[in-house]
């Protein structure tokens, strides 16, 4: 059965672009299903003055205006924490059409403490030196972050990420940047989202075939899911 989503929203993570190599992954593969993937990117204004809020704000609107046609969100690293807390900000109306979303090696508890992304003593070291270096994924090279990130983060994360669409989540076993451990906890308490774990680092690209058969096999279930339902 061909998939019936008309687009793909994907998300990319810190320091990422819509030229990365997942974002491709996905685009490229889903481009042979006849289904186009938007990219936005998500350094809003910029990467040195990166602000959360705002993110977070662009991205609800994109999912409103991707609307009403089916639509599947797809989130990696911390765009993957973006694409939840989008959502959770959304109104039922604005968000009826979006029917799955994936959250791939996903950042659930920024301030983790098994985690390399934001541990606590990352954001003292943040706090003390007022900016972290954030590595530039298109352009090879080191970007000072401002501490406002971490300020504005805490504002946005304020609200527990809970699953409002059917939700995959897919974590490697090896990932050291953002710890599988929050994707566990995360599937344990909200019992309704699939868990996929992969023999596989923070990039999840050691098995893009097993990657894309996961996500696309996720979308299109949740599509059937929710064509079946009867109509209100």
């Given at each position: 059965m061909m998939l019936k989503p008309s687009r793909i929203l994907y998300l990319h993570g810190l320091g990422g672009s819509p030229r990365s190599s997942k974002a491709l992954l996905v685009a490229n593969h889903f481009a042979t299903r006849g289904i186009r993937t938007e990219i936005p990117d998500l350094a809003i204004p910029s990467l040195p003055d990166l602000s959360p809020r705002s993110i977070v704000e662009f991205v609800a609107d994109e999912i409103a205006r991707l609307g009403p046609a089916p639509l599947a969100v797809v989130g990696s690293s911390f765009g993957a924490f973006v694409a939840a807390q989008s959502l959770l900000r959304l109104p039922q109306e604005s968000r009826h059409h979006v029917q799955s979303l994936v959250l791939l090696a996903p950042v659930i508890e920024p301030w983790d403490s098994g985690s390399k992304l934001l541990?606590?003593?990352?954001?003292?070291?943040?706090?003390?030196?007022?900016?972290?270096?954030?590595?530039?994924?298109?352009?090879?090279?080191q970007v000072p972050v401002h501490f406002r990130f971490v300020e504005e983060l805490k504002e946005v994360a304020n609200m527990d990420i809970v699953p409002v669409v059917p939700t995959l989540v897919v974590h490697g076993t090896r990932d050291e940047t953002v710890s599988a451990a929050q994707s566990e906890r995360f599937a344990k308490r909200n019992p309704g989202v699939e868990l996929k774990l992969l023999d596989d680092d923070h990039r999840l690209l050691g098995q893009p075939v097993m990657l894309m058969s996961l996500v696309e096999g996720f979308i299109q279930r949740s599509w059937q899911q929710t064509s079946a339902q009867p109509h209100k």
């Open positions: 541990s606590p003593e990352v954001e003292e070291r943040w706090r003390r030196e007022g900016s972290m270096l954030v590595e530039d994924l298109e352009r090879r090279e």
